[in-house]
């Protein structure tokens, strides 16, 4: 009986020993991980990787370039320098029928000789303001000067008394330039602001992602709209512009239009011996602009959004853009309703603001946009000299 009852306790130790056992064997078992997410690091203003010298940290650069175009080239400031090498370039109307550029550059110490560089108006003020850039502008009309100051942009304010322009004076001491087209500034003249103390001016902050891009990594997005070699419309009564798509360059060049005068000029870069500056992106956005009282300076309207156009690689897409207070950032969404931002291929960018009044100017490969409506025929609409208002050249840093 011992004998039974000793053999039937040995053969439980043995079989709690095994469960044991077993039982340290599945702990020792490590699962599998969760793979980690992949990242990608996109340059911020053109959604390509980033470089190995990305300035991550710092703040973009947008700088306010002249784009008055006179049938007398003393008095154009057509070829403007640098704009090849911006990231993003903007174009809308002014004043009184003429249009500005403003450039904005990822990476500061990498910017060439851009120029010549004028007055800051607040519509721009209010499309450089999300990705707080260092401001680079001469004067600034008092609506700017406003916007700037509500916004205590004091410390990236960059206006020539801060040491950021030089005058080449080339052409003016030759008769050919206007003085007003002789002011230009670089990224070195940047670099050497930043660094020497003697301005106390705030460049740390990672700009936001300026739309939501197709991962650099990934194919391209076809548009889903039809192909479209030329887009063309009218800013006002006096500047039109011409975009042409380059299917050898997948790339979009412009011609800068003057309607009173009849002529057209390509846009190209002086500081690149004349190469066309040429786009990866194309943004036509309509909207309403009005005068101010002054009745010259553009009222551009910014806060509700409209219908849109974006140009990609020879197809279009219609879009809507939305933005909102001055410090948001601009959008771009589908047209369902839903607000969701379209993907962007990665690239350089041109983004035109345009006045809904010249709608019935809009063509794509010489057919109306939109022939339903009853708009005046192109031909009937009048023609006039653009004209440059008189700006407000004081600084806005506090005396």
Same mark, same amino acid.
């Given at each position: ?8 306790? #040995? ?12 039982? @340290? ?16 690091? @996109?340059?911020?203003?053109? *959604? ?6 990305? $300035? ?60 010549? /560089? ?5 519509? &721009?003020?209010?499309?450089?303001? $999300? ?32 040491? /950021? ?22 990224? @070195? ?6 660094? #020497? %103390?003697? &301005? ?7 700009? @936001?992602?300026? &739309? ?22 009218? !800013? ?20 800068? /239009?003057?309607?009173?005068?009849? !002529?057209?000029? $390509? ?15 194309? !943004? ?8 101010? $009282? ?19 690689? %020879? ?8 933005? %909102? ?21 990665? %690239?350089?960018?041109?983004?035109? !603001? ?11 490969? *010489? ?26 050249? #004081? ?5």
């Amino acid at each position: 009986m011992k004998k039974l009852l000793s053999l039937a306790l #040995s053969v439980l130790m043995l079989a709690g020993a095994l469960t044991g056992c077993g039982s @340290q064997q599945d702990d020792s078992i490590i699962p599998d991980p969760s793979p980690t997410p992949k990242v990608w690091y @996109q340059n911020a203003l053109t *959604g390509e990787e980033q470089s190995i010298d990305y $300035p991550m940290g710092t703040s973009p650069v947008a700088v306010m370039v002249n784009n008055i175009m006179s049938k007398d080239t003393f008095e154009s400031a057509w070829p403007q320098s640098g704009l090849s090498k911006a990231d993003v370039v903007y174009e809308m109307e002014t004043e009184g029928g003429i249009t500005r550029y403003m450039a904005l550059f990822r990476d500061w110490t990498k910017m060439p000789v851009v120029g010549p /560089i004028r007055s800051a108006r607040d519509q &721009f003020v209010q499309l450089m303001l $999300p990705y707080e850039c260092l401001y680079i502008h001469d004067g600034a009309s008092n609506y700017a000067k406003d916007m700037l100051a509500r916004y205590n942009y004091y410390d990236k304010d960059l206006q020539p008394n801060a040491g /950021i322009a030089f005058r080449d004076l080339t052409e003016y001491n030759k008769g050919k330039k206007a003085y007003e087209h002789t002011e230009f500034t670089s990224g @070195q003249l940047v670099d050497e602001a930043v660094n #020497s %103390g003697k &301005f106390e001016l705030d460049y740390y902050g990672e700009p @936001q992602q300026m &739309f939501e891009w197709v991962k650099y990594d990934e194919p391209a997005r076809e548009l889903n709209g039809i192909e479209v070699s030329e887009i063309e419309w009218r !800013f006002s009564n006096s500047y039109a512009a011409k975009m042409t798509y380059n299917p050898e360059t997948d790339k979009y060049s412009k011609e800068h /239009i003057n309607l009173a005068w009849n !002529f057209s000029k $390509p846009l190209i870069d002086a500081g690149e011996n004349g190469a066309p500056v040429e786009f990866d992106n194309v !943004f036509v956005l309509w909207t309403q602009i009005e005068r101010y $009282p002054d009745g010259v300076l553009s009222n551009v309207s910014l806060s509700w959004g409209g219908v849109g156009f974006y140009f990609n690689g %020879g197809k279009v897409e219609k879009v809507r853009w939305m933005k %909102g207070m001055p410090n948001d950032k601009l959008r771009i969404v589908s047209l369902d309703g839903t607000e969701t931002d379209v993907l962007i291929n990665p %690239g350089k960018s041109y983004i035109a !603001f345009v006045d809904l009044d010249y709608f019935g100017t809009y063509m794509m490969d *010489g057919v109306p946009v939109d022939s339903a409506r009853d708009y005046t025929p192109v031909e009937d609409l009048p023609v006039e000299e653009g004209v440059e208002a008189e700006d407000d050249t #004081s600084d806005i840093r506090p005396q």
